[in-house]
DNA sequence: CGTATTCCCTGCACGC
DNA sequence: TGCGTGCAGGGAATAC
C-alpha cells in the first residue's frame, strides 16, 4: 500500500530509467483505471521527451514536453521497468514504451490507481488543494498548531488529511502518533504547541526513516527493482493489535477510526 | 467550513 | 475442496 515513501521509492527506481528517454508509444490494455485515461496519453505523450520524474504528495509526475503524465498507485498499483518481452499480466494495464528498448508497466490489480493528463503550465485539480510536503521547510509544529484550531476531530484524521500534511497515510499516522507519544483519538484542536512540534519531528522522522528503507512491504508493494522493502519489521503499532508495545510492554488498544484500523499504545500515547 | 459516511476494486485469510 | 464473508485502504463524493 503505497505511501509517501514507497511513492519516493519508486520515483527514484524510475527516474535512471525514464529521465532523457523518448516515449515511443503508449498501450492502455484497459480503458480506465480509478478513472478514465485521458487520450492525450495516447495521442499527445508518444514522441515526447522525458525532462524528469517528479513526486507530489502521493502522486508521480512524469515530465514531458507538452505536460505532464500524472500518477497515483492507490493501494495497490506498481510500476516497473522491464523488457517488452515480458509477457503482461492480467494486472498490467499500460506500458508506455521507451527509445532505450524498455517499457514502463503499470500494475494496478484494485485499479484505485489513475493515470491522467495535466498539459504544461497547469496544477490538476487533483493537486490543486494538496498541504505541503512533510519533509519540507512549511512543514513544522506550528504550522500544524495554527491550522488544527478549529477543529474538534481525532487528531489522526487531521494527519491523513491531505490539505493539512500530504502523504501520511494509516500506516505513518499511527507510527507517528506512537512516537510522538499522542493518544490517535484526542482531538486535533485541544493539543498543545509543544506537543504539536514533537509531531511533526516525528512524522519528519518516520517518513524519511522509511525513504531510507525502501518503504514499506505488505502485501502488494514491490520498488521498481523488484526488491522488497522491509520496513514493516520495525512497526511499533501498525498491524500489532493485541499484541505488546515494544516499549513498554503494555497491551496495545485498537479500535476503528471512520473505516480504518487504528492501534496505539494506552501508556505511551496520551 | 468541518466532520462522518459511503463507495470504488481485487486478493487474501478465515470459518464452516 | 469450495464457498461465502470480511477486510485491507486513498481519497473523491456525498450528506449533514
Given amino acids: 500500500m503505497p505511501e509517501l515513501p514507497e511513492v519516493e521509492t519508486t520515483r527514484a527506481g524510475l527516474a535512471p530509467h525514464l529521465i532523457g528517454r523518448r516515449i515511443t508509444a503508449a498501450t492502455l490494455r484497459r480503458p480506465d483505471l480509478r478513472w478514465p485515461i485521458p487520450s492525450a496519453i495516447t495521442d499527445v505523450l508518444p514522441g515526447q521527451r522525458i ?63 489513475c493515470l491522467l493528463w495535466q498539459p504544461a503550465g497547469t496544477v490538476h485539480p487533483l493537486l490543486a488543494d494538496l498541504g505541503p510536503e512533510p519533509l519540507s521547510d512549511r512543514f513544522d509544529g506550528d504550522y500544524l498548531h495554527r491550522l488544527a484550531r478549529r477543529r474538534t476531530g481525532p487528531v489522526k484524521g487531521f494527519l491523513m488529511d491531505q490539505s493539512v500534511v500530504v502523504g501520511v497515510g494509516n500506516i505513518y499516522a499511527a507510527e507517528s502518533l506512537f512516537l510522538a507519544g499522542i493518544h490517535p483519538l484526542r482531538p486535533a484542536g485541544a493539543i ?69 484500523a487504528t492501534v496505539w499504545c494506552p501508556c505511551c500515547q496520551r
Fill in 51 to 113: 525532462a524528469d520524474v517528479r513526486r507530489r504528495a502521493k502522486y508521480l509526475l512524469i515530465d514531458a514536453e507538452s505536460g505532464s503524465a500524472l500518477l497515483h498507485l492507490g493501494m495497490s498499483g506498481v510500476l516497473r521497468v522491464l523488457s517488452p518481452e515480458v509477457v503482461h499480466g492480467r494486472h498490467d494495464h499500460v506500458d508506455l514504451a521507451l527509445d532505450s528498448g524498455l517499457v514502463l508497466r503499470f500494475t494496478d490489480p484494485r485499479r484505485f490507481g
Fill in 192 to 260: 498543545a504547541l509543544a506537543r504539536y512540534r514533537r509531531l511533526a519531528e516525528a512524522v519528519r522522522q518516520v517518513l524519511g526513516h522509511a525513504i531510507v528503507r525502501g518503504g514499506t512491504t505488505l502485501r502488494d508493494f514491490l520498488a521498481p527493482d523488484g526488491a522488497p522493502g522491509y520496513f514493516e519489521q520495525e512497526l511499533q503499532v501498525y498491524g500489532r493489535e493485541g499484541q505488546s508495545c515494544r516499549r513498554c510492554g503494555s497491551g496495545l488498544r485498537a479500535q476503528k477510526l471512520g473505516h480504518r
